[in-house]
């Protein structure tokens, strides 16, 4: 398939995607966090597509993708992902993902083994951590009384350090762009997918080499996937000094720098195997 944004029908939905790359080059995938698009990889496919295929597309109810009829699942959310890579003939995928993605790139690596060769997975996590449930619904609840407009306002005061808006870091406004145009409903279904899941018992069982990557100021973040970490056979840590839940966005350079690392490991040990 040509390179550019195209749209494809699979699991009843038709969902956007973009492909950038040499064809023939090792697979890169690429999935987006709740109430952003397929955007937040800019800064991912301008420094990796010179040799790397890259898939990303939009997770349902966001950015392009059509919005589904009813709650999401986590289970539904991997079962996405593997039905875009089946549609497309890829196999043996480096699968990237953030918050929302990265629990999509977990479990999907955790159940299709054969579709993933390796993971990196940013400011997310493998079950729904206390309390998250009540959270999630105060999100939701916020949403649906306010909009989303005024949802995106509140969610980057979280999701960047207080460094990044005093510099006025040019991601602020473009997450909230995205947040801001995200369908209620497409929010809404894939935050249910996140108030009530748990596949923590899978990590172990994992046995891609993984890279877990947290900004240093997104709360409790980077010491829930330092403790992922220990329980993943095949995992580095690596943290984000000064950014928030979005690295990639807020400080595309050393998140860039972390994943280059990893993945000259990542040939380094194959070569050797």
């Not at 990639?248 to 280059?260: D, R």
């Amino acid at each position: 398939m040509t390179n550019g944004t195209q749209a494809v029908r699979v699991n009843g939905l038709l969902f956007n995607l973009r492909l950038d790359g040499p064809e023939g080059a090792p697979w890169m995938v690429f999935s987006n966090s709740l109430v952003t698009n397929l955007s937040v990889w800019d800064e991912q496919v301008a420094c990796f597509a010179d040799r790397y295929r890259i898939l990303r597309y939009d997770q349902r109810g966001h950015g392009g993708t059509e919005v589904p009829p009813g709650p999401a699942t986590l289970d539904g959310l991997a079962e996405d992902a593997a039905a875009l890579m089946a549609h497309l003939g890829i196999r043996g995928a480096v699968f990237a993902g953030v918050s929302m993605g990265a629990a999509t790139a977990l479990l999907l690596a955790a159940r299709r083994p054969d579709l993933v060769s390796a993971v990196i997975a940013s400011d997310g996590q493998a079950g729904t951590a206390p309390g998250g449930a009540e959270a999630w619904q105060e999100r939701i609840d916020l949403a649906r009384a306010r909009g989303m407009a005024a949802f995106a306002d509140a969610t980057v005061k979280r999701w960047f350090s207080p460094a990044a808006a005093e510099a006025g870091n040019p991601a602020i406004p473009r997450v909230r762009e995205m947040i801001a145009t995200t369908p209620e409903a497409g929010f809404v279904a894939c935050a249910r997918a996140l108030q009530s899941y748990d596949f923590r018992a899978e990590l172990p069982g994992l046995r891609q080499p993984v890279l877990l990557v947290a900004g240093e100021m997104d709360g409790a973040m980077p010491g829930t996937m330092r403790g992922m970490a220990g329980a993943i056979p095949e995992a580095r840590f690596a943290e984000i000094p000064g950014a928030g839940h979005i690295p990639c966005l807020e400080a595309p350079g050393a998140f860039n720098a972390a994943v280059e690392g990893f993945l000259a490991e990542v040939r380094d040990e194959g070569g050797r195997g």
